[in-house]
């Protein structure tokens, strides 16, 4: 059989096949899901954390620098998401996708972008300039959404094969891919109306202020949280 | 220790650790590096498909209907892409990423692109119209494709899979796929002039591609298209 009715059979399958849907209780991993159309549905928190300026920095800084940049933002994004319960889904290049399910899921996704911001500021730029003694200042932003999510195999590969398909996946994406420095967090209005008090104001100061994107009210902040001792 | 204090720790090991680099004639996996700073070096081509207004698609139709979409066009991405002899280097939601190297890397990226183009057109979109007869969804997607020197290197993030391809070619490939779905694939200058001129000129003479100026990054000079180049 030819690629072309290979590829025509498996669509047709694709699209003909029932779906078996069951409600999932922790986060699924590849595994966890058959082939074919089987699908985890889960209430979730999605959190996308995406460098900002990184064809500025690979077209003007040499590789080796420009690779310890991604190797330390993903590294502490990577910790603190993982310290806050949340589950890396998904790593492409310059940004890291991760879901957090559960009672608190807003609350901990948003102080997870807080925190970021916080490890950017107070860990990896004084290294940086520790370092080289350099100027330059890594920015990054963490875009939060919530809804539910239909979770399936792709069969593409193996592993970290599966595909989230849910408005809290495409629009924390989106999210975090608006230049709006020094705000690094920016979360939908069905993210801020959940989380709790403890992440919306400090002091009795609102750490948020709205903005209009695309025809919606979403939050943004330029605070930072910082990360434990 | 305190989250913080192991930060900082692997934080400043990272700027401070010298690089170990190799160049590399296969695309490296993660058990090919070690973890602190060691590097591949690789010439090499880079392919970025995504799918257009995938936004639209999951606010606008059902879970399960958008699932089948992104299911069907990442499958054939991915068949096509090893069958150009590509490797699948990241994988993310709705778009891929997938790394040529060796000979003939910019035409068989470029083709992997048009013949993406083709099974959409040709196969994914009559077979979702034949079985949902009232659907008026149409897949649209985008491919970008660039070549450079790339410096790859393991992030430590996770176990699989957690590679950082670090490079003009990453970047820019990435950022032609989010160009207007008015046209299916965007390649750089570079890649125009090193691919065979099969995929330049069709059997009956016609240009397939059009040199605009990338008018929302830096008005270089890319080259787009809409043609496709049929699955056998």
Same mark, same amino acid.
């Given at each position: 059989? !030819?690629?072309?009715?290979?590829?025509?059979?498996?669509?047709?399958?694709?699209?003909?096949?029932?779906? =078996?849907?069951?409600?999932?209780?922790?986060?699924?991993?590849?595994?966890?899901?058959?082939?074919?159309?089987? !699908?985890? =549905?889960?209430?979730?928190?999605?959190?996308?954390?995406?460098?900002?300026?990184?064809?500025?920095?690979?077209?003007?800084?040499?590789?080796?620098?420009?690779?310890?940049?991604?190797?330390?933002?993903?590294?502490?994004?990577?910790?603190?998401?993982?310290?806050?319960?949340?589950?890396? =889904?998904?790593?492409?290049?310059?940004?890291?996708?991760?879901?957090?399910? !559960?009672?608190? @899921?807003?609350?901990?996704?948003?102080?997870?972008?807080? @925190?970021? @911001?916080?490890?950017?500021?107070?860990?990896?730029?004084?290294?940086?300039?520790?370092?080289?003694?350099?100027?330059?200042?890594?920015?990054?932003?963490?875009?939060?959404?919530?809804?539910?999510?239909?979770?399936?195999?792709? !069969?593409?590969?193996?592993?970290?094969?599966?595909?989230?398909?849910?408005?809290?996946?495409?629009?924390?994406?989106?999210?975090?891919?608006?230049?709006?420095?020094?705000?690094?967090?920016?979360?939908?209005?069905?993210?801020?109306?959940?989380?709790?008090?403890?992440?919306?104001?400090?002091?009795? =100061?609102?750490?948020?202020?709205?903005?209009?994107?695309?025809?919606?009210?979403?939050?943004?902040?330029?605070?930072?949280?910082?990360?434990?001792? | 220790?305190?989250? +913080?204090?192991?930060?900082?720790?692997?934080?400043?090991?990272?700027?401070?650790? +010298?690089?170990?680099?190799?160049?590399?004639?296969?695309?490296?996996?993660?058990?090919?590096?070690?973890?602190?700073?060691?590097?591949?070096?690789?010439?090499?081509?880079?392919?970025?498909?995504?799918?257009?207004?995938?936004?639209?698609?999951?606010?606008?139709?059902?879970?399960?209907?958008?699932?089948?979409?992104?299911?069907? /066009?990442?499958?054939?991405?991915? +068949?096509?892409?090893? %069958?150009?002899?590509?490797?699948? #280097?990241?994988?993310?939601? %709705?778009?891929?990423?997938?790394?040529?190297?060796?000979?003939?890397?910019?035409?068989?990226?470029?083709?992997?692109?048009?013949?993406? &183009? /083709?099974?959409?057109?040709?196969?994914?979109?009559?077979? &979702?119209?034949?079985?949902?007869?009232?659907?008026?969804?149409?897949?649209?997607?985008?491919?970008?494709?660039?070549?450079?020197?790339?410096?790859?290197? +393991?992030?430590?993030?996770?176990?699989?899979?957690?590679?950082?391809?670090?490079?003009?070619?990453?970047?820019?490939?990435?950022?032609?796929?989010?160009?207007?779905?008015?046209?299916?694939?965007?390649? #750089?200058?570079?890649?125009?002039? $090193?691919?065979?001129?099969?995929?330049?000129?069709?059997?009956?003479?016609? $240009?397939?591609?059009?040199?605009?100026?990338?008018?929302? /990054?830096?008005?270089?000079?890319?080259?787009?298209?809409?043609?496709?180049?049929?699955?056998?």
């Amino acid at each position: 059989m !030819g690629l072309a009715d290979d590829l025509t059979s498996e669509v047709k399958t694709i699209f003909r096949s029932q779906w =078996t849907v069951r409600d999932g209780e922790v986060v699924p991993d590849t595994p966890d899901i058959k082939l074919g159309n089987e !699908g985890v =549905t889960l209430d979730a928190t999605v959190l996308y954390a995406d460098i900002d300026g990184s064809t500025s920095m690979v077209d003007s800084k040499a590789a080796q620098f420009a690779a310890e940049v991604y190797k330390t933002y993903l590294l502490c994004a990577a910790r603190i998401i993982k310290s806050e319960g949340g589950v890396i =889904t998904a790593y492409d290049g310059d940004r890291v996708m991760a879901v957090f399910i !559960g009672n608190s @899921k807003n609350t901990s996704a948003v102080r997870c972008g807080l @925190k970021i @911001k916080s490890a950017v500021l107070e860990i990896i730029n004084p290294a940086i300039k520790q370092q080289y003694d350099s100027d330059f200042e890594l920015q990054q932003v963490v875009g939060v959404d919530t809804s539910n999510l239909l979770v399936a195999r792709t !069969g593409i590969r193996g592993s970290n094969d599966l595909v989230w398909v849910g408005s809290a996946a495409n629009h924390a994406a989106k999210l975090s891919s608006i230049s709006e420095q020094p705000y690094a967090t920016f979360i939908s209005s069905a993210v801020y109306e959940n989380m709790n008090m403890s992440v919306k104001k400090t002091n009795g =100061t609102d750490m948020w202020e709205t903005r209009k994107w695309r025809g919606k009210t979403v939050y943004r902040s330029s605070w930072y949280w910082h990360v434990p001792n | 220790m305190g989250l +913080k204090e192991e930060l900082e720790k692997h934080v400043s090991a990272v700027y401070k650790a +010298k690089w170990d680099e190799r160049d590399g004639n296969v695309v490296p996996d993660d058990d090919s590096l070690t973890l602190g700073n060691d590097a591949v070096k690789l010439k090499a081509t880079v392919l970025y498909a995504d799918l257009a207004d995938s936004t639209k698609l999951v606010d606008g139709h059902a879970a399960f209907f958008a699932a089948e979409i992104y299911k069907t /066009f990442l499958h054939c991405a991915a +068949k096509i892409i090893r %069958d150009e002899e590509g490797d699948i #280097t990241a994988y993310d939601g %709705d778009r891929i990423m997938a790394v040529y190297i060796g000979d003939l890397k910019n035409t068989r990226a470029v083709r992997s692109a048009m013949k993406i &183009q /083709f099974a959409v057109s040709n196969i994914i979109n009559p077979a &979702q119209q034949g079985i949902y007869t009232k659907s008026n969804f149409t897949m649209k997607h985008v491919v970008g494709v660039d070549t450079s020197e790339l410096f790859v290197a +393991k992030t430590g993030v996770r176990g699989a899979n957690d590679l950082v391809w670090v490079g003009r070619a990453a970047n820019y490939a990435a950022k032609l796929s989010s160009l207007p779905d008015s046209c299916a694939t965007y390649i #750089t200058k570079e890649v125009y002039a $090193a691919m065979v001129d099969d995929l330049k000129i069709s059997h009956d003479s016609r $240009a397939m591609w059009e040199a605009v100026r990338w008018n929302t /990054f830096d008005d270089r000079i890319i080259y787009r298209s809409n043609w496709w180049w049929r699955v056998s």
